[in-house]
Every structure is written in C-alpha cells, then in structure tokens.
C-alpha cells in the first residue's frame, strides 16, 4: 500500500442529512458524491480511499436526548446506548447502499463491534481486516458511532477521532473533510471569509473565531474537528488536511483529484 496514495474522506452529517430534521438524509446529494467519487478513482487510479461519514440528523438527535457522549450505567442509559447505535447504523446503511450502487467496492466496519475505549480514547481496536481490505483495493466504510467505554460504560466518538486513531497506523497522504461549510470562518456572521491555511504555529489566534452551530452536534462541531486535525499534522508533518463544502457539484471530486478548496491544515 502507497500511503502517499492513501486518501480518508470525512461526508460530513451535514451534508449528508438535514441536520434540521430528525433521520432525514439527503439522497440526492449523497448520490452525487458517491458518482463524484466513481469518476475521481477513474482519473487518478491510484489512489487508494478510506471513507468516513458522521451521523448529522440520525445519531447527534437522539444522542443528544439521551446523553449518550457522557456515559452510563443504568437500564436508561443503554436502551438510550441501543438507541444512538441503530440510528447511527440506519445512516451507515443508507451510505453504503448509494456508495455500493455507484460501483464502489465498500465495505462497513463499523466502529461498535471493534473499538474499545477509555475515557473517551480510543484504547483498542484490530485492525487488522480493514488493513487487508485496503490492500485489496477493497474500500473500508467507517462512521462516527457508539462504542463501549472501560471509565464511563458507554460514549461516541466522532468520524474525526476514528481518523486520528487509524493514521497513526495507516499514515495517510491526505484528510479531506466535506461538508456544507466552504471552510473555517473567520467570522460566522461572515461565511465568505474563510481561513486558507492554519498551522501548528497559528491555531490560537484561531481559536476564538470558532463557534459552535444552532443544531446537535454532540462531538464537539467545528472547533473539536480542527484541533483534532491540527494536532495530528504535528504528529504526522507529511499530512495534509482539507476542510471544504460538498455542497457545490463537482468540489468533491476536484478535491480527490488534488485542488486544493476550502481551508489548508498542514505542519
């Protein structure tokens, strides 16, 4: 495996859901990403892809009433446990349905089966089948989702942090992070403005420009993503991180094919 060819791809919940609607996703858009993607592996064939997505309208709704992120022990707290997870999966399936009908080999490997953590960090997960996956050029499908946790009984973790834990195995070349935003403001009021690049060096000048949003997003929003990404090029200083909208036809596939849009996170 060429990891300088390795790509993970973030579909963002917002883009893939009306976050504004309850376990409502948007089929047409995310039928346009998955040809995006057919014709991006088409042009450069050697690339390899890893493909993520978050839960937008299905999980964050329903975890956000049970306060699932925070942990549990009660027979309340796992019916809600339960709850999150088939949301989150009824998503996944939907993805990997419109992804499987464009023509992609995918395959799910969904985070609740595998991961382990520990105060919400990742303590343990094998591996190993997604990484022969990959050296088949089959294309490994994960998706922010419930796992157990050894401190708090339960929690979530987000699409973001599951990429952070697999490039410390995988090294990546780049993390391409679609979403609806164009990339991270320098003012919310101001979405036109947008910060092209952002270092190690920069990131708390940075900082108080990031906000949260007015729907659910129980795994942290904006702020959380960027400083999970920024601190993984500090480990990673041959990593390259693109924050961008999917929103717009074809920046999905411009993005695959090496454009650079959005908002640049690099060493």
């Not at 883009?15 to 450069?44: F, G, H, M, Y």
């Not at 796992?78 to 995918?106: D, K, M, T």
């Not at 919400?120 to 946790?149: C, M, N, R, Y």
Request: contains cysteine; proline residues 4%; hydrophobic residues 40%.
């Amino acid at each position: 495996m060429n990891q300088s060819n390795l790509f993970f791809l973030k579909l963002g919940g917002s883009l893939i859901t009306d976050k504004t609607r309850p376990l409502t996703p948007r089929i047409e858009t995310i039928q346009r990403l998955a040809t995006e993607i057919v014709q991006a592996l088409r042009d450069n064939q050697t690339m390899q892809l890893l493909i993520g997505h978050g839960s937008g309208s299905f999980g964050h709704a329903v975890a956000e009433r049970y306060k699932t992120q925070t942990g549990g022990e009660n027979t309340a707290y796992w019916f809600g446990f339960v709850e999150v997870w088939r949301a989150a999966r009824e998503l996944n399936q939907i993805i990997y349905q419109h992804l499987s009908e464009a023509g992609l080999p995918i395959m799910a490997f969904p985070p609740s089966s595998g991961v382990i953590a520990a105060g919400k960090q990742i303590q343990s997960w094998d591996i190993s089948a997604l990484e022969t996956a990959l050296s088949h050029g089959v294309i490994p499908l994960v998706q922010g989702d419930v796992v157990f946790d050894t401190e708090l009984g339960g929690t979530i973790l987000s699409t973001e942090t599951l990429f952070r834990h697999l490039a410390g195995f995988l090294h990546p070349g780049r993390i391409l992070l679609a979403g609806l935003e164009q990339g991270v403001y320098r003012d919310p009021e101001k979405p036109q403005e947008i910060f092209s690049h952002i270092t190690p060096a920069s990131i708390e000048e940075i900082l108080p420009a990031l906000s949260g949003t007015n729907t659910a997003d129980v795994t942290g929003g904006m702020s959380s993503k960027v400083q999970q990404m920024v601190s993984l090029v500090e480990e990673i200083p041959t990593l390259q991180v693109q924050i961008f909208s999917g929103q717009e036809e074809c920046n999905l596939q411009k993005a695959l094919t090496g454009h650079h849009l959005g908002t640049l996170i690099s060493s």
